[in-house]
Each structure stands twice: as structure tokens, then as C-alpha cells.
């Protein structure tokens, strides 16, 4: 049983799609979807240093851009991969990529609504500083108490090891100052608190936006980061792309429905590593696959046929 996964802001690094833009299918497919919202995909993606490529409104867009057309060089025939993935998933931003992987939205209008999710977040993030940091090891219990007591919100659980803080960087600061018993503390290349009450000037503007957008139900198994449930509305599954904003993402409980379904095999869309690490450590006895250059196309597709499923969802 196949799961795709689409990883979110912080998975990118300078230059991780040079080897992709070498592939001529793929170099058209970027610069459409670059037009479509205004940005040089390309530049961001080959040439612009970390720096550049961790502002939120150029983030978002290149990485749902870049799942997007790698899915495409893996599957040039999307209903084959719709038969063969038994359940998809994003993280954060990532569940854009993946809405629109399954039919829930088109590439356009997903990278229309990333390019606004992107710049509403980045004018969110510059009212007042904040940030993201990753608290690793530790008692799960203990870690939540230390958040909680510095005024921080747990906004990424992702499952066991690994709880991410949002918060002001006062806030942060605190954290870092009396920090859970065994476990360490990593800063997040991530220009904001994403995922909690200081996004929520970005949710009220996405909600007016998506009152206009038209979506198809999936067309397999698509799980939330709100509970980890699979959601068989496209209409719903857009709600709930705009509240997760300012909500915190339950990786934990979309890895917890993975391992219920049965999932053997999981593959992870570039810039992979992040979230076939977390699998590492939370899905034991799954096979893992991070695609990250073109030239493992032939090796990722032999994985869908190993782990993939002929039958509809």
C-alpha cells in the first residue's frame, strides 16, 4: 500500500531544483506555473540563496510547484497514479501540493492560492517577530508542559521525537532559557509563527477567496493535518486548507491513519529527507523512498509498482 507525501516550508535549499530543470517537461511545467503566480520559479529554485528562498511568499509557491510537476514526471498519466497511491498527504503547505495532486484543486488554482497564502502569512509574520523552533527528544509530556509555560503554541506535532513551538521570538527566547529535560532545541528556517493565532489576519482573506473557487472531490484517500482523517469532500478539504492556517498540524495523527491503513511503502515529493525521517522513527517496517533528483524517476516509479495498488479508492 503506496503513500505520497508532499513536504512543507523549511524542506527547501538553494539549488534543489537544478537537476530538475534540465528535464524539458519539467522546465515547461515550472515556468507555467511560475506564470501563473508571478514569480520566477526557476531563478528560486536553481539560483536564489537560503536567505531568499526562505521569505514565506517565494517558499510556498516553489515548493507546491515543485511537487506538483515532479508528480507529473512520475506519473505522466495522473489516472494511473490516482490507481496506484492508496493515500496522499501534505505537510502544512504540503497539503496543497497534495490537493491538488488528487483533483481536489487544479495546479492553477492551487498555485494562485499559495501565492496569497504565501503573501498573507509573510504580511502576518511582519507585524511582530516570530519564528518556529523544533524541540527534539524529551518526554512528549514535559516538552508540552515547557511550551505551554513560555506562552508558545505546539504547532507541529509530528510524532514521536519531534514537537515544533511557534511564538514570538520573546517567547522562544524563554523556551531556550528553561527548555524540557533531555531534549534539544533546533531553530526553523521559517520567517514566522505559522500555524497559530498570528496567522489568523491570513485565514480571513483566504476564506473570502475560496468562496469563489470551484473543487472536485478526491479522487483517493487524502488525509488532514487538522486530525489526520481522510476527507472524502473537496469542498471540505478547502475549508479546512484555509482554517489549518492558523491551526496546529497533527502529523502525528495522519502517520497514526498510514500505519492503520496498512501502508507499506512511502514516497516523499521534492525537496524530500524531512518528512521520510519522521516516517524513519514513527512508521517501523515501512519502506521509504525520498525522490530528490530526476535520475531516481526510474528506481521512485519501480517503488509505486512494488507498493502500489491497481484497484480504485
Known amino acids: 500500500m503506496l ?21 524539458p517537461t519539467f522546465a515547461d511545467r515550472l515556468n507555467w506555473l511560475g506564470a501563473v503566480t508571478g514569480l520566477d520559479l526557476a531563478h528560486y529554485g536553481t539560483r536564489a540563496d537560503a536567505e531568499t528562498i526562505r521569505d514565506t511568499a517565494i517558499a510556498q509557491p516553489l515548493l507546491v510547484a515543485a511537487g506538483l510537476a515532479t508528480a507529473l514526471e512520475l506519473f505522466p498519466h495522473p489516472a494511473d497514479g490516482f490507481r496506484r497511491t492508496a493515500v496522499v498527504a501534505g505537510h502544512s503547505v504540503g497539503e496543497i501540493t497534495a490537493a491538488a495532486a488528487v483533483g481536489v484543486l487544479s495546479a492553477e488554482q492551487a498555485m494562485v492560492f499559495v501565492r496569497e497564502r504565501g503573501q498573507q502569512m509573510a504580511a502576518a509574520s511582519a ?10 527528544g524529551g518526554d512528549p509530556v514535559e516538552v508540552l508542559t515547557a511550551i505551554e509555560a513560555a506562552g508558545l503554541t505546539a504547532a507541529n506535532n509530528n510524532g514521536s521525537g519531534q514537537i515544533v513551538a511557534a511564538g514570538t521570538v520573546e517567547q522562544l527566547a524563554d523556551l531556550q532559557a528553561n527548555p524540557p529535560a533531555r531534549a534539544r532545541l533546533i531553530q526553523l528556517s521559517v520567517a514566522g509563527a ?4 498570528h496567522m489568523e489576519p491570513a485565514v480571513e482573506h483566504l476564506a473570502r477567496l475560496a468562496r469563489a473557487i470551484t473543487t472536485h ?56 529527507g524531512t518528512l521520510t525521517g519522521i516516517a524513519k522513527r514513527n512508521l517501523k517496517g ?14 521512485a516509479q519501480e517503488f509505486v509498482a512494488t507498493h502500489g495498488d491497481a484497484g480504485e479508492h
Open 127 to 136: 507585524v511582530r517577530p516570530t519564528s518556529m523552533m523544533a524541540v527534539v
Open 194 to 197: 505559522f500555524h497559530t493565532v
Open 286 to 299: 515501512v519502506e521509504l523512498f525520498s525522490l530528490n533528483t530526476p535520475d531516481q524517476i526510474p528506481a
Open 217 to 272: 472531490d478526491p479522487r483517493t484517500r487524502l488525509l488532514s493535518n487538522a486530525d489526520g482523517q481522510i476527507v472524502h469532500s473537496g469542498e471540505e478539504y478547502l475549508a479546512r486548507l484555509v482554517k489549518q492556517v492558523a491551526n496546529p498540524v497533527r502529523w502525528d495523527l495522519c502517520l497514526q491513519t498510514m500505519a492503520e491503513l496498512g501502508v507499506t511503502g512511502l514516497l516523499e515529493l521534492p525537496p524530500a
Open 3 to 23: 503513500a505520497i507525501v508532499a513536504p512543507g516550508q523549511g524542506a527547501q535549499a538553494p539549488g534543489f531544483l537544478s537537476a530538475w530543470l534540465a528535464e
